[in-house]
């Protein structure tokens, strides 16, 4: 068995010799390469999850009707959603992208969006080593352009990792209410450095978008 490399393949310049190597279907090197370039990337497997969409909302539908925003972890109690977060052909494409064995951590569903501010998952938490962990959206509906799609920018996920730190923070002085405040003008201003543009991430019933864990995204 081949050691585990120390980084994610999509962040090695020996990416497209990994893949040549590989053996894998060419729509599992497609994703690895456009998980590579933008940093996000879109798994369609065509029909094949829209039963899967309506039986996790059927599952978890009732906490929302309860008045919960957002639920955590429904994969370990609703069928449908394990079925989502261990799903052989997205665990398939991850493991050719980062080249170790993928794991499902964390399950969160939303009946609407989080309405974030831009930001990357890295500021939050992390993989050791660093740049193993990525998010993984099953879109449960078509998304509409006036629902507050998904706004992600390309390339993003190579920028240098951004901090509390970094953005300007003493120790000790970063609260709930400050944080905005000192983050999300750090990582506009640093995406706009870098000339980044920003896309939206406009899915279809059925498909899932993978984002590495340093894409700046909101």
Not at 180 to 198: F, H, K, S, T, W
Request: glycine content about 8%; proline content about 6%; hydrophobic content about 45%.
């Amino acid at each position: 068995m081949p050691a585990q490399p120390d980084t994610p393949w999509i962040e090695s310049d020996r990416l497209e010799e990994h893949l040549a190597a590989s053996g894998a279907p060419e729509a599992h090197k497609a994703f690895a390469r456009d998980l590579a370039r933008d940093g996000l990337a879109v798994v369609d497997l065509g029909e094949t999850l829209l039963d899967l969409c309506d039986s996790i909302e059927a599952e978890v539908g009732h906490h929302f009707e309860a008045g919960v925003t957002r639920v955590h972890d429904a994969w370990r109690r609703s069928e449908a959603v394990r079925r989502m977060a261990t799903h052989p052909e997205i665990l398939a494409r991850l493991a050719l992208a980062y080249g170790r064995t993928p794991f499902p951590f964390q399950s969160l569903n939303f009946n609407r969006g989080s309405q974030q501010d831009v930001h990357a998952d890295t500021l939050h938490f992390n993989a050791e080593p660093a740049g193993f962990m990525c998010g993984v959206w099953l879109a449960l509906e078509d998304v509409r352009p006036e629902a507050g799609p998904l706004v992600y920018y390309p390339g993003s996920h190579r920028l240098p990792v951004l901090g509390m730190a970094e953005a300007g923070a003493l120790d000790g002085t970063t609260t709930s209410a400050n944080y905005n405040e000192i983050y999300g003008p750090a990582i506009l201003r640093q995406l706009d450095e870098a000339g980044m543009a920003p896309r939206l991430a406009m899915l279809k019933k059925g498909q899932v978008a993978v984002w590495a864990a340093n894409l700046a995204h909101g």
